[in-house]
């Protein structure tokens, strides 16, 4: 068996052409998702380009980035903060409302998952417009925290998501043209 630093991630990302709707070309993690050496190699990978920025919690939104988030904490030695929809969490939140294509949207946090000052990493499967990542970014600052970086296993690079996230040096694995 290979050793994870060989594998080829990019050969488990799987094209879908039309999907959602005609036009979109969507890229499918679930084999990468599949196969446990895909996913160590993934991990570690992240792991490496984050670890010198000395994180000490990592954030996802609900929900693909809970995938690579969880383990990415296991591997840092940090805790995990679930960003979700409003209404999902149980306890005293904050939130922070955004604007879509057509439309607002709005993310919740405990009001205690990050305390001030802490160092924070954004993570998420995937870096489209980078919308959803920002608002995550601006929810963490609300409570006080200091993002440090935002981390996806997939960049849609035509998208122009990175240059909005720029203020909060985001890093992708894999960059893709073409949405």
């Known amino acids: 068996m290979s050793s ?20 979109i070309l969507f890229r499918d993690i679930t084999p990468l998702l599949a196969s446990p050496q895909a996913m160590k190699a993934t991990i570690q990978a992240l ?11 990592i954030a996802a939104a609900e929900a693909r980035g809970f995938l690579f988030a969880a383990p990415l904490a296991l591997e840092l030695n940090v805790g995990l903060v679930p960003i ?5 969490l149980p306890f005293a939140t904050l939130s922070h409302s955004y604007t879509l294509e057509y439309g607002t949207d709005t993310l919740e946090m405990h009001k205690d998952a990050v305390k001030p000052g ?16 920002e608002a995550c970014c601006r929810l963490i600052e609300k409570a006080g ?21 720029a203020p909060y040096h985001p890093v992708s694995l894999l960059k893709f043209a073409g949405a």
């Open 145 to 165: 925290g200091v993002v440090v970086g935002c981390a996806f296993v997939i960049e849609l690079s035509d998208l122009k998501g990175a240059e909005r996230l």
């Open 4 to 23: 994870t630093s060989e594998i080829d991630l990019r050969s488990y990302i799987r094209s879908i052409p039309d999907f959602p709707k005609p036009g």
């Open 47 to 57: 792991s490496a380009v984050v670890r010198d920025r000395h994180v000490e919690m």
């Open 84 to 88: 979700r929809k409003p209404g999902k």
């Open 118 to 133: 802490t160092r924070v990493l954004v993570v998420d499967d995937l870096l489209a417009t980078g919308g959803t990542v």
